[in-house]
């Protein structure tokens, strides 16, 4: 009975979360909507007896992913809200009939199937240890390329942010970066005027071979 | 009223097509990211319930392993957002229409 409750609770609120994150004007919202979503999927893979998935649901996405999210948001500010500019009817209409279609299929699917009581499973199920044996025994090479793909995602992620900005137009003012010129160029301007200064080559001259300007 | 895992699989799709209409309305690439990040959600929710079905594992490694697709692919979609923040591109999906022709 408490199963039950705690079932209908949690998916409950999953799903009123979730219809929050995309029917709310303000990405903030959107966000922290996402994260009551998390929790609330974190207890139903309690009810599956997924403890080690509900904990890494937890920390890796609630934890680290929104974080990040709220970063980029606030990064953003104002910018991040959404432009104002209704669609055409259709498309909403389009997008919810794509949305209810995949439901009331996946639904049929779901009744053909007529399961039973599932499979009774050990206290271990689920349990860290587990799903360690599984992934780095059985599913060692998802692990490696998982791996792999964590790490092409980091670097790709680095290359794609840290991307110099687009030359700006005059007067623009930026309050994250200071016109500053690059180390190179002043070091090359200050060579430039050392050799000029001793009077050894001035721009524009050049020398015969006599060595005569 | 008893739960068994046909609800779980119920929710999931539900959440799936929350996700979808997501994608398919809005158009800030913020919204569209979170808007995925459900569907991946609904999609990690059948897998661990078919798993506590069934009584294996694999399932839930394939869950982890959706955890870390979606991080990659929050890294690389937040990077474009700021690459497009920075270029002062409109935060707007519906204009991005560089590569059409």
Redesign the interface.
């Known amino acids: 009975m408490t199963?039950?409750i705690v079932?209908v609770v949690a998916?409950a609120l999953?799903?009123i979360s979730?219809?929050g994150?995309?029917l709310s004007g303000n990405?903030f919202h959107?966000?922290l909507a996402?994260i009551g979503?998390?929790v609330a999927?974190a207890a139903?893979?309690l009810?599956?007896?997924?403890d080690?998935?509900a904990a890494?649901?937890v920390i890796?996405?609630a934890g680290?992913?929104m974080i990040?999210?709220l970063f980029?948001?606030a990064?953003?500010g104002g910018?991040?809200?959404?432009?104002v500019?209704a669609?055409p009817w259709w498309?909403?209409l389009?997008?919810?009939a794509?949305?209810?279609a995949?439901?009331v299929e996946?639904?049929f699917a779901?009744?053909e199937?007529a399961?039973?009581?599932?499979?009774?499973?050990s206290e271990a199920?689920?349990a860290p240890q587990?799903?360690a044996?599984?992934?780095l025994g059985?599913?060692v090479l998802?692990f490696e390329a998982?791996s792999v793909?964590?790490l092409?995602?980091?670097v790709?992620?680095?290359?794609?942010?840290a991307?110099r900005?687009?030359p700006?137009e005059e007067g623009a003012v930026s309050a994250f970066e200071i016109e500053r010129p690059a180390p190179e160029v002043s070091l090359q301007a200050e060579v430039v005027d050392a050799l000029t200064r001793f009077d050894v080559v001035r721009a524009g001259q050049v020398r015969d071979e006599d060595g005569e300007t | 009223m008893h739960v068994g895992v046909a609800w779980f699989l119920g929710v999931s799709a539900v959440l799936f097509g929350i996700g979808l209409y997501g994608v398919f309305t809005r158009r800030s690439p913020i919204i569209l990211l979170l808007s995925v990040e459900i569907m991946l959600n609904g999609s990690n929710l059948a897998l661990i319930s078919v798993a506590r079905y069934w009584g294996e594992q694999s399932g839930q490694v394939f869950a982890l392993v959706v955890m870390a697709v979606a991080a990659s692919e929050v890294v690389v979609g937040l990077g474009l957002v700021v690459a497009m923040a920075r270029r002062r591109a409109d935060l707007d999906v519906d204009s991005l229409t560089g590569l059409r022709n």
């Not at chain 1, 009810?47 to 997924?50: A, I, M, P, V």
């Not at chain 1, 910018?79 to 432009?83: D, G, I, N």
């Not at chain 1, 399961?115 to 499973?121: E, K, R, Y």
């Open positions: 199963y039950d079932f998916s999953a799903i979730a219809l994150v995309i990405p959107s966000a996402l979503n998390l999927l139903l893979y009810l599956l007896q997924s080690f998935l890494a649901q890796v996405y680290a992913v990040m999210f980029v948001i990064y953003l910018r991040a809200t959404e432009p500019r669609r498309q909403t389009a997008a919810l794509a949305a209810v995949v439901v996946v639904g779901i009744e199937q399961f039973g009581d599932g499979a009774s499973v199920f689920g587990a799903i044996a599984s992934f059985r599913y998802t998982t793909l964590l092409i995602a980091a790709g992620g680095v290359t794609l942010a991307h900005p687009a700006r």
